[in-house]
């Protein structure tokens, strides 16, 4: 009886250890099948690997693409089909720290970039005691950038960490550009002297818009175009609208997404439906204001939300409108079906994968592009 | 060695049944202890017990409140401290199928029921194979209904299943009914001839709007508030808008929050964002079309909605404007963040309980009181 006994345990420990290994092998198999998900049914194949942390994606007019990496500094271009990377010479002096999440930021080309070559990246600069971001536009020629014009750089220099922003977005002549508060300086997203947690405005060649909202404000910086932003991750203009949407990381809890709008006020750190780490109020401890700005969708808990595309491609007609967000602390692509300035529903993809999606990108044939850190590219592709 | 193995091989087992045990008791156990939630604490006290599907609760201006249970048809007052349940009598004939859904639906009362005693009552007639809907006014005293009037009785009788409709609300002298498709007939949504798929309104005393939007379409039914519903089991006045929303149920997929307004074709089933139950496509296999109205938001995979408040009170400032809902499906009370006609956020509370939350009601303290199927009454208090 009880060797009866000690081989039915052995066989049940057995038994569970061979369910753990099921379970593993179908996570690993997925990924070569089609999937089926809410409003599309696609393939997710491997377009490149060997990055640490891809940051930013840009397709060029010839179909392959420029990618950067935030923590090695590189940017490299990538040949989509063979998935050949060659490095781009030419970078200036970039503050390497991936400690405190310093490093290369977007990349991002004008668009007559066929005629004048011009790219611009965002990078940080100076030291991990007193840093700052800057644009810098620079021409692009036989995989070597020249003739580079820095076009701003973020003031004052502070410690930084983690929450750099450092995405860039053209529209009509203009570049956006997300600045953090730098995790240590919460109040400097109020103050208008700083350029720290901002959305900042300026022309593609470096001017500074006559039109910004607090140009004619006495010592406000003349490029701030809206405030009390905490940790801005994601940038997009929305392919209909032309508005710009962005998203920020709340602390604990209160990620959020808000469209970008001349002189508004996000209200960080004064209002957010996140609270401290580990618990405990933030600001006045409320989530609304008069004149403070109400995002228009928030996740809780946090979902850590990294890179941004609206969605408007022929690929997958289902996503048309969609808004695609990388989830860096929940480990998923994150998708919201957006109808005009309303969220309708939210669909998070690849929850069994343990991606930290870092952005994402629509390419030219309108499959949807991604980096995860680690790190490689991967796109989705309507299944056959 | 042998002997070593199979030991350790017991002590395995007996460590993930003991894991096992653990994880029940906690289930258990939270529901008498304060819970802490996204924007509220609370204790979870139970009220009344006994009731089999209770589907709706109104209170009186003594304190106490009016529970209809739809599968025995009762109506019964609930003293609230003493959880003692009073029958009322004199209610009318009412088809009860519980199998397909029928009985007694919403019980409302006039905003000067202390004055004139009147209460509202929704309830289905026929038979199972033609039935219809009914909205009667009654009187109540001294826990008796007499002076019975029938305001509006839905047409044609249909075999009906399920969706059946029957929330009212009173807003301004009018009264609101929803009606559903009956399951079999889901045609009739778009058909301004039948009453099926609906939202109807009439003068509090039954008499029709004479701007009610379709009184000039000839063969329009002169109810007709709006169309294209599926099954709508929750509606409720917005305390600040004073708008009517309105929650339905659609196929696999596709729950829908509406704001209801004068005329709007809400598209069932010409587009919806469910799909047939096991898959395939409904109508036109589409989520939008010209002229009918995109959701506010929708729930995929679907919760199976069932009640709605959306709070106004004082003991949950955390609460104002949030919409409370019952998940019939997935078990939980869904709370959704409202900022105007926007959807912020998502949250699910006692997923973990396996409750079918049938309704909820905002109670005189701003207590939140929520009835589930076979059968409870429970309340949410702030922890002291």
């Given at each position: 009886m009880r060797k009866l006994?000690?081989?039915?345990?052995?066989?049940?420990?057995?038994?569970?250890?061979?369910?753990?290994?099921?379970?593993?092998?179908?996570?690993?198999?997925?990924?070569?099948?089609?999937?089926k998900s809410e409003a599309a049914v696609f393939n997710i194949e491997t377009v490149a690997k060997g990055f640490e942390v891809p940051w930013s994606m840009e397709f060029l007019p010839d179909g392959s693409a420029?990618?950067?990496?935030?923590?090695t500094g590189h940017l490299?271009?990538?040949?989509?089909?063979?998935?050949?990377?060659?490095?781009?010479?030419?970078?200036?002096?970039?503050?390497?720290?991936?400690?405190?999440?310093?490093?290369?930021?977007?990349?991002?080309?004008?668009?007559?970039?066929?005629?004048?070559?011009w790219v611009y990246i965002v990078y940080a600069t100076g030291s991990a005691e007193a840093s700052g971001l800057v644009v810098e536009r620079m021409t692009l020629k036989d995989n070597g950038l020249t003739q580079s014009q820095r076009l701003l750089e973020t003031k004052p220099r502070v410690k930084g960490k983690y929450h750099f922003g450092g995405r860039l977005v053209y529209?009509?002549?203009?570049?956006?550009?997300?600045?953090?508060?730098?995790?240590?300086?919460?109040?400097?997203?109020?103050?208008?002297?700083?350029?720290?947690?901002?959305?900042?405005?300026?022309?593609d060649n470096g001017d500074i818009p006559i039109d910004n909202?607090?140009?004619?404000?006495?010592?406000?910086?003349?490029?701030?175009w809206s405030f009390g932003i905490r940790?801005?991750?994601?940038?997009?203009?929305?392919p209909e609208t032309e508005q710009v949407w962005a998203n920020e990381h709340g602390p604990q809890g209160g990620d959020e997404v808000n469209i970008i709008s001349a002189g508004q006020?996000?209200?960080?750190?004064?209002?957010?439906y996140g609270e401290e780490y580990g618990g405990g109020a933030i600001g006045e401890g409320i989530t609304r204001k008069e004149g403070l700005e109400q995002p228009l969708y928030y996740w809780l808990p946090s979902i850590g939300p990294s890179g941004m595309e609206i969605y408007s491609g022929r690929a997958f007609p289902g996503w048309k409108n969609s808004m695609f967000t990388g989830s860096l602390a929940l480990k998923h692509l994150n998708r919201l079906v957006l109808d005009?300035?309303?969220?309708?529903?939210?669909?998070?993809?690849?929850?069994?994968?343990?991606?930290?999606?870092?952005?994402?990108?629509?390419?030219?044939?309108?499959?949807l592009y991604f980096g995860v850190d680690g790190g490689k590219i991967l796109r989705l592709v309507p299944a056959k």
């Open positions: 006994n000690s081989s039915f345990s052995m066989i049940a420990v057995l038994f569970v250890l061979i369910f753990i290994q099921i379970g593993q092998q179908e996570v690993f198999a997925a990924s070569d099948k089609k999937i420029l990618v950067s990496d935030r923590k490299q271009r990538l040949n989509i089909e063979t998935g050949e990377l060659i490095k781009i010479s030419g970078l200036p002096k970039i503050l390497l720290k991936s400690k405190i999440g310093a490093g290369l930021f977007d990349v991002r080309i004008h668009p007559d970039f066929a005629d004048n070559g529209l009509n002549g203009y570049l956006f550009l997300t600045t953090g508060d730098g995790y240590f300086h919460p109040h400097l997203a109020q103050d208008l002297t700083a350029h720290q947690g901002k959305v900042l405005r300026i022309h909202p607090f140009i004619e404000v006495e010592g406000a910086l003349p490029e701030i940790s801005p991750q994601g940038l997009a203009v929305h006020n996000y209200g960080w750190p004064v209002i957010t005009g300035e309303r969220v309708l529903h939210e669909e998070r993809l690849f929850e069994d994968k343990g991606w930290r999606v870092r952005f994402i990108e629509e390419g030219p044939e309108g499959f």
